[in-house]
């Protein structure tokens, strides 16, 4: 379906869980995480309804995120079952891959067609400290056993001045031999990210220019959301950029967010929205909840005002969005 400023909006990013196995320095709290308690969350059965009547208003492609979308229990199941439902085509999972390995098969057989896996450090021990606890080992098995099964991989890497940024080249070295892309996301400003400086795309750009001869611009690409890639060194995969702070791709969107707790937010930016979980929990019919969905969808804002506006902010920690 359209919005009122004319974007196709088709596409839906699911948080199932608020909940995870790391605690990312940018991204979540050490100790102070007031987890949903599980009546809180949708239930599964919860979800599928949702979906479903997302479905019926045009949403073709679901990404599953959290938290840690694999902590959530019989998360296979769940998607299994999302991707029988009725108008949804595509079905993409993010996660931070440490417990992938065990459930890529099962992925695979359920449809997944890819897996966004994040990681921001190639080096064990500062792997650890930045996530507060992973190990580094089971991510990059998993990261194998995704290409044994023919699911595309994606690495989603924030750069953090002063922590990781010496990094850069290692992670585009990791697409000349594996048929991986990697994606450098610029750090946003929402929870504790504010605390700590990202490195821009124009920098990487920059470093990439002063270490590479062999560069190829690809651009945009149709499925890939608002990434642009390039190639360096006839590499089997690709990198890319996501540059929500330094180029505003809000023109193209094409997406809505639901939490955990059910709420279909509009724009990562804002807190507007409304509980779909409210609604379900009060009676609502189909009919309704695909009205209200539909509504809300419609009523997207035109755009993101990181840097300017702080009326309606989302105060939300990343986690308990889904990125
Ligand atoms: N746990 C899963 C994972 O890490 O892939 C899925 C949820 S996580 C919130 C989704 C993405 O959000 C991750 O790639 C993470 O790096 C990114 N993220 C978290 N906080 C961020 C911030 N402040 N700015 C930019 N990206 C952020
Ligand atoms: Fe967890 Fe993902 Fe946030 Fe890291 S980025 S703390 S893995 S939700």
Do not use: W
């Amino acid at each position: 379906m359209k919005d009122k400023f004319k974007r196709e909006i088709d596409y839906l990013r699911l948080s199932v869980t608020d909940n995870c196995n790391l605690r990312c320095i940018y991204c979540m709290d050490e100790k102070e995480n007031n987890f949903l308690k599980a009546s809180e969350k949708l239930s599964d059965e919860e979800i599928l309804r949702v979906v479903k009547s997302c479905a019926e208003v045009g949403i073709k492609k679901i990404r599953i995120t959290g938290g840690e979308p694999l902590v959530r229990p019989n998360v296979t199941e769940l998607i299994d079952s999302i991707n029988n439902i009725e108008g949804i085509e595509e079905i993409y999972i993010t996660t931070n891959g440490i417990l992938l390995g065990d459930k890529v098969e099962a992925l695979a057989k359920s449809g997944v067609k890819g897996v966004n896996i994040s990681l921001d450090s190639l080096k064990e021990d500062r792997f650890k400290s930045l996530t507060r606890r992973g190990d580094l080992s089971k991510v990059l098995e998993a990261i194998d056993k995704c290409i044994e099964f023919g699911i595309k991989v994606k690495l989603n890497t924030v750069m953090v001045n002063d922590i990781n940024h010496d990094e850069i080249i290692d992670f585009i070295k990791l697409t000349i031999n594996k048929p991986i892309d990697v994606r450098f996301i610029e750090l946003m400003p929402i929870g504790v990210g504010k605390v700590y400086k990202g490195v821009s795309n124009q920098e990487i750009r920059d470093l990439i220019k002063d270490n590479f001869n062999n560069i190829i611009e690809i651009g945009k690409e149709k499925s890939s959301g608002p990434a642009k890639y390039i190639k360096v060194d006839d590499a089997l995969g690709k990198v890319g950029f996501i540059s929500a702070m330094s180029n505003c791709f809000c023109e193209e969107c094409n997406r809505v967010r639901i939490t955990p707790e059910g709420f279909l937010k509009q724009c990562l930016h804002f807190d507007y929205g409304i509980s779909l979980r409210d609604l379900i929990r009060k009676g609502i019919s189909d009919q309704d909840l695909k009205i209200k969905i539909e509504e809300t969808i419609y009523n997207k804002p035109e755009k993101h005002l990181f840097n300017q506006n702080k009326e309606h902010e989302e105060i939300r920690f990343m986690n308990q969005i889904g990125g």
